[in-house]
């Protein structure tokens, strides 16, 4: 059985006429890297925040279908027994900081510390962590007095510290540096690799088309496509209904109705279009 | 309006000595976009330009004001500031409200003001949401917002914090429209972005920073061009630029035009 599955979920916040989510059927495997794109408004956000538990426990509202996370139904659980399965990077980084922490280590260290993980075993977790997302430099720094891109390696070090069995990712790298960034992708898809299972909301076309397994696009709160990521990435149906694509491949589509670009397939990478065009 | 800075130097409280002697002019009408590495000193250096932060040493004139003896609001009326997070920018209870305060503020007439709100709602296409609370608008939105309350002010320089952010293709197209009318209508902008398709499509000079200091400055095809300096603070050139690039060209490209201008040759 799929470890993450969505059956027909609907999904109205509070006070809200139109639905966030439509008839989400979403299955996802352990260990698959799965990367949501979509315009602004297309639901990427809330669907985050259903797979983390957040909707319904937190934001109330109406929530139709099932949500199963390794085996359990999110309505039967509650959120302390939620996080001890996932977790979840925010979009904003700045929501996320608990502001209760002084240092970036006490930062990391406070969802371990939450969910009962024994002193001797926190340090060592939150060095480790720290290593991996590159920020040891920044342990006795205070998480407000960081930049933007900092922080948000520190947002999502914190979630990696919880070891989730599925680590939800909304923006991650919104606001770092292009080759942190990539850095970044690749660290996620090593955790991936481990048997992490990983969804992560992205626009950054190029580096979901090397690192992810399978790209969901979302469009006003429904499913539009969902396939390999050069399938769901050059497909003209994204372009029709406004989403960003690679460089590479509006180039190589514009190239092609002139001749410039003769394979069937538009690329997506650096190496697809390397291949594509040169003589 | 020009903006020079002289030997710029700021340590943060806690010890951190973020711009290490930074000397800069950017002319009037320029459009200027700053890339680097998280950390490198980005936002320390433009948030001197609208005194919100003051040098430890050197000097920064906007104009012909030292920022050093001129007070924060009064440079307001010539430096706009759009921040990397719109939450720390937005405060009135609907869009109408928030994108007036910075006109009314200003001493505007009110045909003035109410003319620069209509032409600011209509750039950013938030004509339809006025009544809206800011914080009812989804992120993307919000972030118009913040724009929109700025660019009503009408400063002869603006400046935007990673205005790219988290924003899809409609939306970033948008800003990039934003910023080509600011550029026609002769603003100085100065952008921080990470962005780097969206810089080389907007800008004409781009400045990198590393460790609080300049790394490269000039024309963008010449700084996309140095791929080995730009890694040292964490810059990857253009899509394009590297395609070009692996293909051969002798030409540095930055854009879909020049790119298959080459290819036809």
């Not at chain 2, 009408?154 to 205005?163: A, M, R």
């Not at chain 2, 050139?237 to 854009?255: A, D, H, W």
Request: charged share 25%.
């Amino acid at each position: 059985m799929a470890f993450i599955n969505l059956n027909n979920v609907t999904y109205k916040y509070p006070l809200t006429k139109t639905p966030a989510l439509q008839n989400i059927n979403l299955q996802v495997n352990e260990g698959e890297f799965v990367a949501i794109v979509g315009p602004n408004g297309a639901g990427k956000s809330t669907l985050c925040y259903t797979l983390a538990g957040f909707v319904p426990h937190f934001f109330k509202g109406e929530i139709s279908g099932t949500v199963e996370v390794a085996g359990i139904d999110s309505s039967k659980s509650t959120l302390d027994k939620w996080v001890l399965n996932v977790g979840l990077a925010f979009q904003n980084p700045f929501n996320q900081i608990s502001g209760a922490k002084y240092t970036v280590f006490e930062e990391i260290a406070f969802g371990l510390e939450n969910t009962g993980v024994p002193r001797d075993e926190m340090k060592p977790r939150v060095e480790e962590a720290m290593k991996l997302t590159d920020i040891s430099n920044l342990a006795d720094r205070s998480p407000y007095s960081l930049s933007g891109g900092q922080q948000q390696r520190v947002a999502l070090t914190s979630i990696l510290v919880m070891r989730p069995k599925l680590l939800v990712l909304d923006e991650p790298t919104s606001q770092m540096d292009p080759i942190g960034t990539r850095e970044v992708f690749g660290v996620i898809r090593k955790m991936a690799e481990g048997g992490m299972t990983v969804v992560m909301v992205e626009h950054k076309m190029e580096w979901i088309a090397n690192f992810a397994d399978r790209v969901v696009a979302l469009k006003d709160g429904q499913v539009l496509m969902e396939g390999k990521p050069n399938e769901v990435l050059t497909s003209e149906l994204l372009v029709e209904n406004g989403f960003g694509v690679s460089r590479y491949t509006s180039t190589a589509r514009e190239a092609k109705k002139q001749g410039l670009w003769k394979k069937e397939k538009l690329p997506v990478t650096l190496d697809e279009a390397v291949e594509g065009f040169k003589k | 309006m020009k903006i020079e800075i002289n030997d710029l130097r700021f340590i943060y409280p806690t010890g951190l000595e973020a711009l290490q002697g930074i000397s800069l002019i950017i002319e009037s009408g320029e459009q200027v976009a700053i890339v680097g590495q998280n950390g490198a000193g980005k936002t320390t250096l433009v948030r001197h330009f609208n005194g919100l932060l003051q040098p430890t040493a050197g000097s920064i004139l906007i104009g012909d004001w030292d920022t050093k003896i001129t007070s924060v609001a009064k440079l307001a009326s010539r430096v706009g500031y759009v921040f990397q997070n719109p939450d720390e920018q937005l405060f009135s209870k609907d869009v109408g409200t928030e994108v007036k305060f910075g006109p009314r503020n200003l001493g505007y007439s009110k045909d003035k003001t109410d003319e620069l709100v209509k032409r600011a709602l209509t750039l950013t296409e938030l004509s339809d949401k006025t009544e809206t609370n800011p914080y009812d608008l989804s992120p993307t939105w919000r972030k118009m917002v913040a724009l929109a309350s700025v660019i009503s002010m009408d400063t002869p320089i603006v400046i935007f914090d990673e205005p790219t952010t988290g924003q899809d293709a409609l939306s970033i197209a948008r800003i990039a429209h934003v910023i080509a009318e600011l550029r026609r209508e002769g603003k100085t902008v100065v952008t921080i972005t990470h962005d780097i398709d969206f810089c080389a499509e907007n800008f004409e000079r781009v400045i990198a920073l590393s460790e609080g200091r300049i790394l490269l400055d000039g024309v963008a095809a010449n700084i996309f061009g140095q791929e080995e300096v730009l890694a040292q603070t964490f810059v990857d050139p253009p899509q394009l630029t590297r395609l070009g690039k692996k293909l051969g060209f002798k030409e540095t490209v930055r854009n879909q035009e020049e790119f298959l201008n080459i290819l036809r040759k």
